[in-house]
């Protein structure tokens, strides 16, 4: 018999954080060739280049913040871990991965086989922006053992167990792009992932100088619905996130730094605009990469802890 440990299922799936507009009209961008990113190739073949350097730059980001497997988008995770009640019956979980969007699941019991599915509301649970509280209700922590059933809800009955408690939850910020393209006007979002965004959430379509700021007013399996009409025509691939600017102008400096590094990255254009082969000798590299670092070094966790 194989045991599965239930986060492998769901960590490590991370996203571009920036389109490749985003970083080719960026001003961060503005003094690079992008079309020499692969010697002699079509456009095509350029842009697919690009986009690889973005995801890879996503990555470098996600590692600098939650380490190995956490990611800035949202995810849908499960974890487990051992608690005790307090002597409220609580149990406050501290999941490796912020801020918590939603809660899924919740169960806890003597063994990892015997766990009980609490019901979770808002009546028993409290999201913060790092932990998650969760109190037993009558019925709810009663623990059938070979030992007999034990009453667990905290210290208040003289009981210390540890429990084998296992959760699901949303955490990260929502982070998708438009399947299709929408028309001025339109109230309806066709999205690749509705993961992370919720009603009454304002979120940023990022488009360059068309760049808008919408409320969320249902969300659908592949549709986010908004408030209002939007103020501006949109492309297949615009960027629809709740991501705070500063990480995204991280991931441009991250992708502009591994361009550079590359030793062949195209052209820069000097102060008067005449090209200069960006060789291996060129080390402002690594400037846009410490760039990149400060601007993610608020959103750092360190084992689950900011």
């Not at 409290?126 to 809800?153: D, K, P, Q, W």
């Not at 249902?218 to 600017?245: D, E, F, R, Y």
Request: glycine share 10%.
């Amino acid at each position: 018999m194989t045991v599965i440990a239930p986060f492998v299922l769901s960590e490590g799936a991370g996203t571009p954080y920036v389109t490749l507009d985003e970083v080719k009209f960026s001003p961060t961008a503005s003094s690079l060739d992008f079309s020499n990113l692969i010697e002699g190739a079509s456009q095509a073949v350029q842009d697919r280049a690009l986009h690889d350097l973005i995801v890879r730059a996503s990555d470098m980001a996600d590692r600098h913040v939650y380490g190995a497997l956490g990611t800035l988008s949202a995810t849908l995770n499960t974890e487990n871990g051992r608690y005790r009640q307090n002597r409220y019956g609580q149990f406050i979980i501290h999941p490796s991965f912020w801020p918590i969007l939603e809660l899924r699941s919740f169960s806890a019991g003597m063994y990892p086989n015997n766990q009980n599915a609490y019901s979770i509301s808002s009546s028993n649970v409290s999201i913060e922006r790092h932990e998650f509280i969760i109190t037993a209700t009558a019925g709810l922590s009663n623990i059938t053992t070979t030992y007999g059933s034990l009453g667990i809800v905290g210290y208040s009955q003289g009981i210390d167990v540890q429990q084998f408690c296992q959760w699901t939850y949303v955490n990260g910020f929502g982070n998708t792009f438009l399947s299709s393209n929408v028309s001025i006007g339109a109230t309806s979002l066709p999205v690749q992932s509705v993961l992370g965004f919720y009603p009454g959430q304002t979120v940023t379509l990022w488009d360059g100088m068309n760049n808008e700021t919408v409320t969320i007013a249902s969300v659908g399996a592949s549709t986010i619905t908004l408030t209002a009409g939007l103020a501006h025509n949109h492309g297949t691939g615009c960027n629809l996130s709740a991501l705070p600017a500063s990480v995204k102008q991280a991931v441009i400096h991250l992708t502009v730094g591994l361009v550079k590094q590359r030793g062949q990255g195209g052209f820069v254009l000097n102060e008067i605009g005449e090209p200069t082969y960006a060789g291996q000798a060129t080390k402002s590299f690594e400037s846009d990469m410490a760039q990149g670092y400060d601007l993610l070094d608020g959103f750092r966790a360190v084992w689950g802890r900011s």
